[in-house]
């Protein structure tokens, strides 16, 4: 009995004092291979839609390993619960070691997009006499596209939950290239007890049909690969749902909302923001407000030319505003220090909510100081600023959405949890123009919260997008609209995965007299839109 | 030395039989399937459309902000409420309360 006491008590003290990564990833163990094919400019394509599916998989809690196809080793997949294999290079060779495990293993094997003809065509496996179904085309374009036929059609449309998720098409005429992602694998289900079409596919342009998700067994085969050209409204959605299944891992039906006052700094307007403010508040809906701690327009574009800074102190306006917002359901979210960066103009004016902080947007590449200790400094001086008024953050937002791999990194440090869209790079200082093994970046959009993504942030999601108007006379970098209806349809559209968040933000700007905008009106509409969609309003300190 | 060599030959000739083997045993015993038409025309990306990307980065600012002065308060400019009929949000006693006073009380 003692003996069983000493053992119970060590064992509490090294829970206690054990690091909080002990505690971490207590979800399926998983494997991702992607195509690396060496010297060619698309190497690392591969490992960019590995990151993203690994990010998804943030949310399942996985303990992830990312290897390139080439290094599988036999036996290798029987030490995770799932194997994903993106096949996202034409013909990259998958090796035979790879494929013997798929077909004798029992454990999940996800099978993306190309190269399925090197497993499936190899009679030595006896694909189809074992899943029931085959591989049968690589289907793509219709036609190659030209300036009199620029749209010729592809498999451009998978109906999901009585959806029709999207597939991105941009034609150029004035190069002829093509900015999509047309090429599916085409499957016929040849023994219907064996293999089952789950999500269909369709090709508008023929009247096609075909399947997009089939399962066999533990055999999943997706006939896309769905981490390009994504949006809202993309087949990407039908991925990030169906990865429960694939998993085994059935989170409840659950449809939480967030609203996010964006880019609120010193210059914000109190009634607007009381207006907004009155109206949540009515209706006991809690809210984010993305605060720009420290004003900054050091070359006078917005004051006569003459530099001008604002520290929180000074800012009466805004503080105003945020005490009014945060004794009726408001919480901050840190949004940037300065949201700009130095005294250049990156890309637009220097001038804070304007301009990209943690990335130099003009050539495209971390600014010269780049380093998690430049990052940090920015960080804990804008947290300071926060907190020497009496505020305190809940979750941090990058300016625009876009900061370095090493800043990304860094936020962990000092924040729990970002709120946001997250742009990712293959590598720490990328190289996008190399001509060889060159790098990519990619945005990533979440409909569900990331317990840990790439960089290791808890990501909470920004899934819909934001209210714009082109207001272009005034305001040349606001030049499109983007209406609460079309986020309302976006809404529509993430609910269809299970725990979906609509998650959306809305600049204060638009309520502001001069712009002339039905903004409070839309900003209404939008939010009693989506709560009429059975959606339930929470915030960044109500999620764990 | 000279054995030291020969072992050195004798390891190099083990792995080029091996890389050998390991190219032999990923060569595919299948041909692919052809191109679709007009692939030469696609150009291949990662991660959010460019539209997407774009929306990411709207600034707003317009002349109205041109020499703001931030510390005077616009409800100044407007109506004052009248008395008896108060406005929608009518204020807490609370202080400022981040993560908002009403957890939980959502309509």
Known sequence: MKTLGRILGAWLLAMLFASPGAFAQTGPRTLILYDAPPNTAYTKLGFGYAIMLRNLLGHFDSKVDMVPVQNYMAGQLSGYDATFYLGSYYDNPVPAAFMADAASSSKTIVWFKYNLWQFAWDPSYGFQSRYGFNLTALRGLNAAPTSSNTTPGFFDTITYKSLPFVKYYAYDSSTGAVNADPDVGLTAITDTTKAQNLVSMSNPKTGEQAPYVVKSGNFWYVADLPFSYIGPRDRYLVLTDILHDMLGVNHAESHKAMVRLEDVSALVSVTAMKSLTDYLYQLRIPFSIATIPYYKDPLGVYNAGVPMQVPLSLATNLKTALNYALARGGEIVMHGYTHQYSNVRNRYTAVSGDDYEFWDIVNNKPVPEDSTAWALGRYRAGLLELNLNGYRPTAWETPHYHGSALASKASTQVFAKTYQRVVYFTADKPNFNASVEKDFSLGQIFPYPIKTDYYGQKVLPESLGNIEYDISQIDPTSFYNYTWQDILTNAQYVKTVRDGYASFFFHPFWLEPQVGTPGLADFKSLVSGISNLGFTWTVPSQLP | ?107
């Open chain 2, 1 to 107: 030395m000279h054995s030291l060599d020969q072992r050195q030959a004798m390891r190099a000739l083990l792995a080029l039989a091996l890389l050998s083997w390991a190219n032999w045993s990923q060569a595919s015993n299948v041909m692919p399937p052809p191109l679709p038409p007009g692939s030469t025309q696609i150009r291949m990306d990662v991660g959010a459309s460019p539209e997407e990307r774009k929306r990411n980065e709207r600034a707003h600012h317009h002349k109205g902000h041109f020499k703001k002065d931030f510390t005077r308060d616009d409800t100044l400019d407007a109506l004052p409420v009248k008395p008896g009929n108060p406005s929608p949000g009518s204020p807490p006693k609370d202080k400022p309360n981040p993560g908002g006073p009403f957890r939980g009380q959502q309509r």
